[in-house]
């Protein structure tokens, strides 16, 4: 995924602002898709792709701020950048207190948008990567009994054994059963890698 190319979504209703920035973004070498409504942008969105998303802060029906709501509430992580006209800054103001990354005055200078998506892709390459993996994370752990999830809690803690066992009420035989059994549904090759799962997980 880190590898592919990046896609920059551009979400606007003026039908003339999509080429244009087409046209801006061009020195990248990016993949770039346009939409003139938020709901058809939603209704295609990749939220697995390495990408940045474009969104006009004022559209009919559906406002940039309303997509901005439902990506999030998907659990979606690309960077967001809101294009908007000077009355709407408050709003864009509004919008980075609820996660978008940037926004940017129209008329757009070709230049400056440029400079904003190349840093808003590296932000991309982090946070996309990151949502990947908790979301993977989630899904191992989703296969746990109740009682390997207690292993799986001590064992990130740095239990031996013979400790587990004792917590637990049950013979170190046993517990290493356990072990095996959250290490091959966890597919974590080493404490170490198991740990870096569980820090996506909320483990009592």
Partial sequence: MMDETPIVYIVDDDPDVGPA???ALGPLNL???TYLSGQSFL???DGKALGVVLLDMRMPTMSGLDVQDALRDSGYAQPIIFTTAFEDVE???QAMRHGAMDYLLKP??????????TT?????RTTVKESLEAAEARRRFERLTPRETEVLALMVE?????VMSVDLGVSQRTVEIHRARVMEKMEARSLADL???SLYLELS
């Fill in 91 to 93: 709003s864009a103001v």
């Fill in 158 to 162: 740095g239990k031996a054994n013979k």
């Fill in 43 to 45: 209704d295609d969105f």
């Fill in 21 to 23: 920035i087409v046209t």
């Fill in 108 to 117: 757009i200078d070709d230049d400056e948008l440029r400079a904003r998506v």
């Fill in 120 to 124: 808003a892709i590296e932000e991309a």
């Fill in 31 to 33: 993949t770039v898709k």
């Fill in 195 to 197: 740990f870096r799962l």
